[in-house]
Structures are given as C-alpha cells and as structure tokens.
T-cell receptor, first 113, second 108 residues
Framework: EAGVVQSPRYKIIEKKQPVAFWCNPI?????LYWYLQNLGQGPELLIR????????DSQLPKDRFSAERLKGVDSTLKIQPAELGDSAVYLC???????????FGQGTRLTVV | QKEVEQNSGPLSVPEGAIASLNCTYS??????FFWYRQYSGKSPELIMS????GDKEDGRFTAQLNKASQYVSLLIRDSQPSDSATYLC????????FGDGTTLTVKP
C-alpha cells in the first residue's frame, strides 16, 4: 500500500514569494492533516479535512495561508506571501477517520531567505 | 501549561535496558493516544496507539494509559541503538495535539 506522498521535498524561496505544497493521502483515508514542525518541537496542526470539508482550520494563518482538498483526495497548501518565519517542515498526514492512527508523508522542508 | 507535555530529555540508556517515556495531557475528554518515533531529518512514524486504560504490548514496545491520572507512557524493552530517536506523544480530543518529544539515545 502506498503511503502519503508529498512534494516537493525541499523548497527555497525568497521572502514575499508564493509557494505551494502538494499531498496525496493514503487511498481510502477520509481525514487529511497539514502540520507545521519547527526544529525541536512537535508538529502543530494547521488544518484538518474530513473528505473535502475543512473541519478545523483555527490555527491556519488565513491572511497568508490557504488550503484546499479537491474531491476529497489530494490537497494543496499555499503560502502567499512567504515570510522568513515560515521556514519549517510542512507535514501532511492522513487517517481513515479522525481520532485514528495518522500516517505522515515525507514532509516538505521550506526555507525562506 | 501545554496541552500535552513530555518529560524533558534527552534520555540516555544502555543497550539492552528498558527505556521509559512519559506523557501527560490536560484534556480529560481525550479519547485516543499515540506514540510516534521520529528519526533526525525524517517524518514521524507511528509506533503504538492506545484507546483504553491499561497496557498494550507490541513486540518490545508497551504503551500504558491511565485516564484518571491523565498519563500515558511508552516502555521500550531491550533497547537497541536503532531505537535512538525522538519519541512524540499525540493525544486526540476532537483535534490532535502533539508533545514536543523526548529524545532517546541508546548507547552500545
């Protein structure tokens, strides 16, 4: 069974530029998460989807971050414009339903210069 | 106070010893509890899930949950150098919250 796939693995951009991350969850998983992880800290939830509906986006900085999950499968997370403080690892995870085991993709390491 | 707290590391144990990792949480309505292992530069990998009070064993790993004390732990028996990693505790109470992890080093 294929795992969660994310791309790109690494991204370096200049501040104020836009950037997008893509995630393909495990087939059949209804719940999709986007997390942000800073060095030495645990993942912090940005947004959670149940199928195509964003059910928890309270921690998503909506002035610059946006996300979508078309047809309840793949998802895209966008930052526009990026700031220096956005440098982190962005993790996508999926689970069969909320509250069950979540499986992570490889992550995207973003560096904003 | 953080919603999920893990004992501050780093934790160092000799090869073959038992490593004990602890986690406390603040939301009494928490329903699901998970332990993840994260190697440096890699993404978290699920080790154990536990949903009810008591112990759950899987190979060398045992998760223990005590909802009354709002405490969940992970025991690693016969620790191996390959167990050296950061261990993350995650708690689900309507949303998933992670602790900041405990870094374990197993010395040969």
């Amino acid at each position: 069974e294929a795992g969660v796939v994310q791309s790109p693995r690494y991204k370096i951009i200049e501040k104020k530029q836009p950037v997008a991350f893509w995630c393909n969850p495990i087939s059949g998983h209804n719940t999709l998460y986007w997390y942000l992880q800073n060095l030495g800290q645990g993942p912090e939830l940005l947004i959670r989807y149940e199928n195509e509906e964003a059910v928890d986006d309270s921690q998503l900085p909506k002035d610059r971050f946006s996300a979508e999950r078309l047809k309840g499968v793949d998802s895209t997370l966008k930052i526009q414009p990026a700031e220096l403080g956005d440098s982190a690892v962005y993790l996508c995870a999926s689970s069969p339903t909320s509250g069950t085991e979540a499986f992570f993709g490889q992550g995207t390491r973003l560096t904003v210069v | 106070q953080k919603e999920v707290e893990q004992n501050s590391g780093p934790l160092s144990v000799p090869e073959g010893a038992i490593a004990s990792l602890n986690c406390t949480y603040s939301d009494r309505g928490s329903q699901s509890f998970f332990w993840y292992r994260q190697y440096s530069g890699k993404s978290p990998e699920l080790i154990m899930s536990i949903y009810s009070n008591g112990d759950k064993e899987d190979g060398r790993f045992t998760a223990q949950l005590n909802k009354a004390s709002q405490y969940v732990s992970l025991l690693i028996r016969d620790s191996q150098p390959s167990d050296s990693a950061t261990y993350l505790c995650a708690v689900y109470a309507g949303k998933s919250t992670f602790g900041d992890g405990t870094t374990l080093t197993v010395k040969p």
